[in-house]
C-alpha cells in the first residue's frame, strides 16, 4: 500500500516562505516521478513542480519558477517543496505525488498553503 503524506503547510503573510514535505512509504520510488499539484478555491487542479527521482531532473511551473524549488531526500524517502516569495495567488491545497507524467497514480491528501495580503 502506498502512502503519500504532506506536512508543512500553514498561514502565512505574503513574502514569506515555506517548506513542504511529502514522506513517501509502501515500495521503491525509484522509477517514480514525484511532483507536486495544488488546487484553489473554484480552480482546477494544476501543476508545480516536478523531480525524477533517478536523475533529480527537475520541472517547474512558469508561475513558480525562481520561487519554489523540489527536492529529494533518497534516505527519508521524502520530497520537498521549499516555496520563497509566496504570493496570495499561491494559496490553495498542495498535493504531493507519484507515478509518471500524464499518469500519476498515488495521492496524498493534501495540505493547505494560505498567503495573506
Known amino acids: 500500500q502506498v502512502q503519500l503524506v504532506e506536512s508543512g503547510g500553514g498561514l502565512v503573510q505574503a513574502g514569506d516562505s515555506l517548506r513542504l514535505s511529502c514522506a513517501a512509504s509502501?515500495?521503491?520510488?525509484?522509477?517514480?516521478?514525484m511532483a507536486w499539484f495544488r488546487q484553489a478555491p473554484g480552480k482546477e487542479r494544476e501543476f508545480v513542480a516536478s523531480i525524477r527521482w533517478s536523475d533529480v531532473t527537475t520541472f517547474y511551473a512558469n508561475s513558480v519558477k525562481g520561487r519554489f524549488t523540489i527536492s529529494t531526500d533518497i534516505a527519508k524517502n521524502t520530497v520537498y517543496l521549499r516555496m520563497n516569495s509566496l504570493k496570495p495567488e499561491d494559496t490553495a491545497v498542495y498535493y504531493c505525488?507519484?507515478?509518471?507524467?500524464?499518469?500519476?497514480?498515488?495521492w496524498g491528501q493534501g495540505t493547505q498553503v494560505t498567503v495573506s495580503s
Open positions: 509502501g515500495r521503491t520510488f525509484s522509477t517514480f516521478t
Open positions: 505525488t507519484a507515478g509518471v507524467p500524464g499518469a500519476y497514480n498515488y
